[in-house]
């Protein structure tokens, strides 16, 4: 991993101009992704929200419009849990070329039973990455068409106590929904590091970084009604937290910096400075468990062939 200047002084209230780029998000009309968009919105980017949901989507560009005078903000009809529609829906994009997207969707279950997709897959692996992995493919040709293209996957805290069982990655053995959530954040976490290392060998010029939001929670996150409201109630009984973790507009800083800093390279790991839990955004040590190559390696074929994709994904 590069640690090209990692940790120079960023501001994340002062966000260098990104004026004529395109940005996609996927989830973006919601939790980190709403504040990811909002944020880079405020660059003079275009930003494309990627929301299966269209009445959610028009709440969330009517809430950026009000905050961020003359954003570009647009949606995608999105739904990663739907792989056959992936194709169209990035036809639909009508670009010729996209500077990031930001795999940040994802559906997280507390509680049984399993359920699974469209295509048969259980919901969150498949959704979280498969629907990713399968993505990529698609925009590889709009991402390699860019100046220097980065793809940002969104990973989480949950995955750092998780490891893939390489025989049940879909657990259809052994079903907990905490623990297959935190497996599925850990295979895209894997996934964006393993896609950083083939690109660098293919000498390809677009980025694949990851980042994670540390601990971000909604009771402490500054409410965007109709996107989300927190009570004052939730908001005192969430102050103790605060110390330790965040508010989700905090959460999406290092993913904003993964894809604005000129400085980031691919293959590194941005989180919350304090502990990985709060905190300006900072590059970080990449567990061994998520850079392993070889599980990283088993992983890439079971997908491409879970999706029924060529192991290039789209990129030569």
Not at 192 to 217: C, I, K, Q, Y
Request: hydrophobic share 45%; aromatic share 6%.
């Amino acid at each position: 991993m590069s640690s090209a200047a990692p940790n120079r002084p960023w501001n994340v209230h002062r966000l260098p101009s990104a004026e004529g780029r395109t940005f996609l998000v996927t989830g973006g009309n919601a939790g980190i992704g709403y504040f990811v968009a909002e944020q880079l919105a405020a660059t003079g980017a275009v930003v494309v929200l990627g929301s299966r949901d269209p009445a959610k989507a028009a709440a969330a560009m009517a809430s950026i419009r009000s905050r961020v005078a003359g954003a570009h903000v647009r949606h995608l009809q999105l739904d990663l849990a739907d792989l056959s529609s992936l194709k169209t829906a990035v036809d639909g994009l009508d670009v010729d070329h996209l500077d990031a997207v930001v795999f940040n969707a994802g559906v997280a279950l507390d509680d049984p039973p399993r359920r699974k997709t469209e295509d048969g897959h259980e919901l969150m692996f498949g959704t979280n990455h498969l629907g990713h992995f399968a993505l990529t493919r698609w925009l590889a040709p709009l991402l390699s068409a860019a100046p220097g293209g980065r793809i940002v996957t969104v990973g989480s805290f949950a995955a750092r106590s998780e490891r893939l069982d390489l025989g049940d990655l879909q657990s259809a053995r052994d079903y907990r929904p905490k623990r297959t959530y935190g497996r599925s954040k850990l295979a895209q976490m894997s996934f964006g590091f393993e896609l950083d290392r083939r690109l660098r060998a293919g000498g390809g010029t677009v980025l694949s970084v990851v980042a994670h939001p540390g601990g971000a929670l909604d009771s402490l996150t500054p409410s965007r009604p109709p996107v989300h409201v927190a009570s004052p109630g939730e908001r005192l009984r969430a102050l103790p937290a605060g110390l330790l973790v965040q508010g989700k507009d905090a959460g999406a800083w290092p993913v904003v910096r993964a894809v604005l800093d000129p400085e980031v390279r691919g293959g590194q790991l941005w989180g919350p400075r304090v502990f990985g839990l709060r905190g300006a955004p900072r590059c970080e040590p990449v567990p061994s468990h998520m850079a392993d190559p070889a599980v990283a390696s088993r992983l890439w074929a079971a997908s491409a062939e879970l999706v029924g994709t060529d192991a290039h994904l789209g990129f030569r």
